[in-house]
């Protein structure tokens, strides 16, 4: 299940929204540029090593380019390649700019760092001997994803599924697609081992509950939890993968439907 939009309106342009996903594409192109040798280098040097972040491991000198506190923020704008980043920014800016209105600029790049904090110990905590670099902007994205829970559980989200040789364009309530995320990512750390690499699901757990716990102490006065959904009537477009027509179709079911709410 993708998510391609959501019916919600903003009140204010999400300055810091942008930042941080421009922040995370520079970062990348940057570690592009250092060829696959120095991008493995970058991941060891700036990624957040639970080993060496409690001090039971070192890191050879030449990749000890910053203090092992200063990877948990560091670590936030790695990423380990182009599906890897695309994924979180599409997650960032559907669901981010609704957030930061809710409380403003300023508090929202502090709620976002915090989530991204409390991501990093939730996996640390559940591997703290691992020395596997841990990168990404997911856990803080997962703390977006938490609050908006609180914030719109009705607003309308556009998500895309895919239903064998079809794709299915629906509108579906912020709960039952957040609320689907998040079980996936506990079912997900249950059956997982902690030993090897991939996915850190328990940063996405930690970060998706500080999310969830921090947003009634950030939004702004004026903004309500639970706030009731925007209208828009649910709606469903089938839209099949052939014949050769199928991107054009689905761009342009996107598209229309996007222009809504927005």
Request: charged share 10%; glycine share 10%; proline share 5%.
């Amino acid at each position: 299940m993708i998510p391609l939009h959501d019916d919600n309106p903003t009140h204010i342009f999400p300055v810091l929204t942008v930042v941080f996903i421009a922040a995370c594409v520079l970062v990348f192109l940057w570690q592009t540029s250092l060829g696959q040798q120095g991008y493995q280098a970058s991941v060891y040097a700036l990624g957040v090593i639970p080993a060496v972040l409690l001090n039971k491991a070192t890191l050879p000198a030449e990749l000890s380019l910053v203090p092992p506190t200063l990877t948990v923020f560091t670590s936030m704008f790695l990423h380990g390649g182009f599906m890897h980043l695309a994924g979180n920014m599409l997650y960032l800016w559907i669901f981010g700019n609704n957030v930061e209105d809710a409380m403003g600029h300023g508090r929202f790049i502090v709620f976002y760092l915090l989530c991204g904090v409390a991501a990093v110990f939730g996996q640390v905590l559940q591997n703290p001997s691992s020395e596997i670099p841990m990168i990404g902007a997911s856990g803080a994205i997962s703390g977006v994803l938490g609050a908006y829970l609180i914030l719109y559980p009705r607003a309308r989200v556009l998500v895309l599924i895919p239903l064998g040789f079809f794709m299915q364009l629906v509108r579906l309530p912020a709960l039952w697609v957040l609320g689907l995320w998040f079980a996936i990512q506990l079912i997900s750390s249950a059956l997982t081992s902690s030993e090897g690499g991939g996915v850190a699901w328990f940063a996405h757990i930690g970060g998706f509950i500080a999310g969830m716990a921090l947003i009634p102490f950030f939004k702004t006065g004026n903004v309500t939890l639970f706030h009731k959904a925007h209208g828009s009537k649910r709606l469903t477009r089938r839209v099949s993968r052939w014949p050769q027509g199928q991107h054009n179709q689905l761009e342009n079911a996107a598209r229309r439907w996007s222009k809504r709410g927005r």
